[in-house]
């Protein structure tokens, strides 16, 4: 209410330099809000690219994690195979050194 008053009082050039304050100060005001709405609007624009973006790579991560699974299954098998192979191949040479060591057998 103070400040209503002293905008009404006064000589008439105080009272227009006073409004012209009150409608600088409303016109940077407005300027400022603007200025805070582009940036809010970027912002929520660079949010839903961001999104976006985590959504691809959360399904690229999910393509490598099967594939990484599959390489796995198929390299493990792989070495079973190996092991199945080597493991024949001792047992020919542990029954070979059994009958060279008992030749009674």
């Not at 400040?3 to 006064?10: A, M, N, R, V, Y």
């Not at 407005?30 to 839903?48: G, T």
């Not at 999910?62 to 796995?72: L, Q």
Request: glycine residues 4%.
């Amino acid at each position: 209410m103070r400040w209503q008053c002293e905008l009404f009082l006064g000589c008439p050039h105080q009272k227009y330099h006073r409004w012209r304050r009150l409608l600088t100060l409303t016109s940077v005001l407005v300027c400022r809000l603007e200025r805070l709405q582009r940036l809010a609007e970027k912002v929520h624009r660079d949010c839903r690219t961001v999104e976006d973006h985590l959504d691809d790579i959360d399904k690229r991560i999910m393509e490598v994690c099967v594939c990484v699974c599959v390489c796995v299954c198929v390299r493990a098998g792989e070495r079973v195979s190996v092991l199945k192979d080597n493991s024949r191949g001792k047992t020919g040479v542990l029954d070979a050194l059994c009958v060279s060591s008992h030749p009674h057998a």
